[in-house]
Each structure stands twice: as structure tokens, then as C-alpha cells.
């Protein structure tokens, strides 16, 4: 059961250019790995979840290989017979608890996870993965994936094909689309056509002005722009961790009001609950200094992770890596006539223009070009100004809709970070079963109460909710 070895349906052993975005998260100054942690209904069999991992490992070739050096130092993946699965999946001596209530304690993964942040990277002679059973009662798991392996997205969608098959509940929620309505006429087509042209010039005269912001953002260092409470901190690394769960139908009630995505609450909530923190905590002469350079991860992948899921299931080659941009944006505390809605409206403002635009594409190609021209100095400049010009990071994740269940037991609990990640705070969010799963990463020196910051959320949301109830529905 320790050997994974490689299905009939899988390609032969392989070689494969690391990609430029591969390149940038393993600089040795970031070295970016994704940790995800499952909570489960039950304890963990480790067996169990070794069989259930050595069968996704099998799935995908990535997971099954190595870092090599090539010709003028470039980095290759290339493919192993068969990996010992025994070793990537570590599952330490359980500890005693007198007060096992039958759950996970959120503060205890939470400092394990942080813990794992920043015990140093993995070594590299064997797969950059790793599986680790967390003792205290082992009702979670935390997956150590390195980031250069591939996106969330890519990621999930793995996870969700090594889930059990049995389970006929499983599907992810708003991530399909929808297909093109049929031609009905030459003229309807020759209008499609002309419409098609104009979005294709208004999204290229909005990039322009994004694409220069964007290069003074990577390009240049500013001085004193992260955000600090009592002080500015250099390079803050993040040192604490929390976690909070949102009823989904909520922020749903709040974005249908506003004709909306969940994207623009979820954005809009994160600032409203900062804006109600640095009132409650920060003195007025720092409220007046304070200005959030935001950054919002975007997939850029045509199939999500739904159709990676299926494409997985079925043993079709899937193209794996990163796809990912980034959108800079500007993030107000401030809101309209003391009216919580304005944080969403405002965000929906932003981000629509954002998306009639090509920024994030423009931002994923320059990081790639940056990987392939420019040497490892200048690779960790731009690195470092990015990281250092940003002050909040914001990703949200499609997760599935329905319970799932992993080796045999069921998923009570879905969670995302990362290792390091530019701001000094940064937030991920993934769906899961009704609930929207928030990580709050960050500099204990910044944010020295993360937990005060995740009840100004939940409390920001219930105000947007009351409001938005109590407001007109605006017509789509």
C-alpha cells in the first residue's frame, strides 16, 4: 500500500519544464506552498487515507515527480517509477486529551498550520507534497502542496477525484457555464460580431491605464505603504492565523439585493469588517493614514473546477501549473451615509470594470515573461517590491456544494492559506456545504487581534444583511 505506482489510463513517465510562475514561487525568498486542511466527522484511519491518497497520487503525473536541473540551471519535473506514499503522509503519535468533545479545536490547526508555515520548505528530492494527520484526536488533516506543483483550482479539483465515488451528492456549486445560445439569424450573428469587437477595444483601452499601475507596482518600491497599526513594519511575516465560517445563503441574500456576485460581497465584507476593526482599534491620527493596496487572486483557467473534476474522473490529460492574475485593487474603509451596502456596491464597482478588462491576463504574462528573461536577482526585486507595495491579499475559491467524504469519513470543514503571501493581511475564502470557509492570515505586529478582525466580519455581514433585507430588490 505504500507504493504508488501508475495507472493503465495515465501517460508514461515524463519530463516537463518547470513553468515561469512555477520559477517565481521557488525563489528562495518566498518558496509559496498552499496548505488545505480537512476536519472530519470522524477520527482518521490513517490506512484509510493512505489508500485514498495513493490513489489520487496515481491520477496525476505532477504528484509523482521531481525537481531536476537541466541545461543552464533550468528547472524540469520528471516523473518517478513509483513514490513510497508511506513518507508523504505523516501522522504523529496521538496525543492525550481529557476533554475530546468530539471536535477539532480551530485555535490548535490554526497554530499547526502556522507551525507548518514556517518549519522551512520541503526538501526536494522527493515530490513537494505532503499529507499531515494532526494528532490531537486526528480528526484533521492538513495537505502540503507546493505551489509550483499548480493553482487551487487545479489542486481542489485533484482532491475532489480522490474523494470516495460512492458519494453521488458530490458537485460543485456555480461553476459551470452555461452554453452559447444558437445563431437564429445572419443579422443576429453579424450583431454578436459587432458587439464582440467593441467589448474587445473597451477591454483594451481599460487595460492600459491598469498595465502601467500595475508595472509601478511590481517595478518600484514604495516607501512606508503597509498598512500598520502603531508602526510601520518591514516585510511583516504572517504569524497568526484564524478562522471564521459565513452562512453562505447570507452573503446570497446580500448579493442578489445589489445584483451582485459573491465575489463583490465577499470583497466588500472583508473591508466593511477592516473598517470597523481599525475604529475600534486604531488611534484617529492612523485611521486618517490608512490606505489598503489590495490584491485579488484570479483564475484564469476557461474550465473550472468542476470540468477539471470530471476531466480527472475520466483519465484525460489535463494541462497542470498556475493560471492565475491579479487585479490591483484600491479598498475603501470608508463608507456612504454610515450605509454597510456601500462596501459591496463599491466593490462591485471596482471589480466590474476590473473584469471588462485584461489586467489579470496582462499580470499573468508579465510574470511569466519576467521568469523567462530575467536572472533569479532580479526575479526576487520584482518579488520583493510586489510584496512590499501590497497590503491586503484576497482569494476566493468555488468549493463543493454538497457534503463529500475522503477515505471513508465525512468533510465536516474545508480551509485554504498559504505559506506567505504578499500584504500584511490576507484572507482566503473557499464554499463548502452552505458555509464559506475565511482564513485570516496575518502579521501579528498589524493585526495583533486577529480574532477581534473575524468578529468585525461576521458582525459586518449580519448589518449588510439586515439592511439589504430591508431595502428594495434592484432589478437585474
Not at 76 to 97: F, K, Y
Request: charged share 25%; with cysteine; net charge positive.
Amino acid at each position: 500500500m505504500g507504493q504508488a505506482r501508475r495507472g493503465s489510463g495515465v501517460s508514461a513517465l515524463y519530463k516537463e519544464p518547470v513553468s515561469p510562475s512555477g520559477r517565481l514561487f521557488l525563489l528562495q525568498d518566498w518558496d509559496l506552498e498552499i496548505l488545505c486542511f480537512l476536519s472530519f466527522q470522524k477520527p482518521v484511519d490513517v490506512a484509510a487515507l493512505k489508500l485514498a491518497v495513493s490513489s489520487s497520487v496515481v491520477i496525476c503525473p505532477r504528484l509523482r515527480s521531481v525537481l531536476v536541473a537541466k541545461r543552464r540551471g533550468r528547472l524540469a519535473w520528471e516523473e518517478l517509477p513509483e513514490i513510497d506514499v508511506d513518507a508523504h503522509v505523516v501522522a504523529d503519535d496521538e496525543e492525550e486529551d481529557e476533554k475530546d468533545d468530539g471536535k477539532e479545536d480551530e485555535v490548535y490547526v490554526n497554530e499547526y498550520v502556522v507551525a507548518l508555515a514556517s518549519s522551512g520548505p520541503m526538501t526536494r528530492d522527493a515530490p513537494l507534497w505532503r499529507v499531515h494527520v494532526l494528532p490531537r484526536r486526528r480528526r484533521s488533516v492538513v495537505l502540503r502542496f507546493h505551489h509550483a506543483l499548480g493553482d487551487c483550482v487545479s489542486l481542489l479539483a485533484l482532491l475532489l477525484a480522490g474523494c470516495d465515488p460512492a458519494n453521488e451528492l458530490l458537485s460543485l456549486s456555480g461553476d459551470g457555464q452555461t452554453g452559447r445560445k444558437r445563431m437564429t439569424s445572419i443579422v443576429d450573428g453579424a450583431r454578436r460580431r459587432v458587439a464582440s469587437v467593441g467589448r474587445t477595444m473597451k477591454a483594451v483601452c481599460r487595460t492600459f491605464p491598469y498595465a502601467v499601475k500595475y508595472l509601478t507596482h511590481t517595478m518600484s518600491r514604495k516607501e512606508n505603504t503597509t498598512l500598520s497599526i502603531g508602526g510601520v513594519v518591514d516585510n511583516p511575516f504572517p504569524t497568526k492565523l484564524s478562522s471564521l465560517a459565513l452562512c453562505l445563503e447570507d452573503m446570497k441574500i446580500v448579493k442578489n439585493v445589489l445584483n451582485a456576485t459573491i465575489n463583490d460581497v465577499f470583497v466588500g465584507v472583508v473591508s466593511f469588517g477592516l473598517s470597523k476593526y481599525l475604529n475600534l482599534e486604531a488611534s484617529k491620527e492612523t485611521q486618517k493614514d490608512v490606505a489598503i493596496s489590495g490584491i485579488v487572486a484570479v483564475n484564469l483557467r476557461r474550465e473550472g473546477s468542476k470540468d477539471l473534476f470530471g476531466s480527472i474522473r475520466r483519465g484525460e490529460d489535463i494541462k497542470w501549473g498556475n493560471r492565475v492574475g491579479y487585479f490591483l485593487l484600491p479598498i475603501s474603509l470608508q463608507g456612504e451615509n454610515n450605509n454597510p451596502l456601500s462596501y459591496v456596491k463599491k466593490a462591485r464597482s471596482m471589480l466590474n470594470r476590473k473584469k471588462t478588462s485584461y489586467e489579470a491576463h496582462f499580470s499573468y504574462l508579465s510574470n511569466a515573461l519576467a521568469g523567462n528573461y530575467f536572472d533569479q536577482k532580479a526575479l526576487e526585486t520584482l518579488n520583493n517590491n510586489f510584496r512590499s507595495n501590497s497590503n491586503l491579499f484576497l482569494s476566493n475559491i468555488v468549493g463543493p456544494s454538497h457534503p463529500i467524504a475522503f477515505a471513508n469519513n465525512l468533510v465536516t470543514r474545508i480551509g485554504v492559506t498559504l505559506s506567505m503571501l504578499p500584504g500584511a493581511i490576507d484572507v482566503h475564502m473557499i464554499s463548502y456545504n452552505g458555509k464559506a470557509f475565511l482564513q485570516i492570515l496575518v502579521a501579528e505586529e498589524v493585526i495583533p487581534d486577529p480574532e477581534h478582525l473575524c468578529l468585525c466580519i461576521q458582525e459586518g455581514l449580519q448589518e449588510m444583511k439586515i439592511k439589504a433585507m430591508n431595502a428594495k430588490v434592484i432589478p437585474a
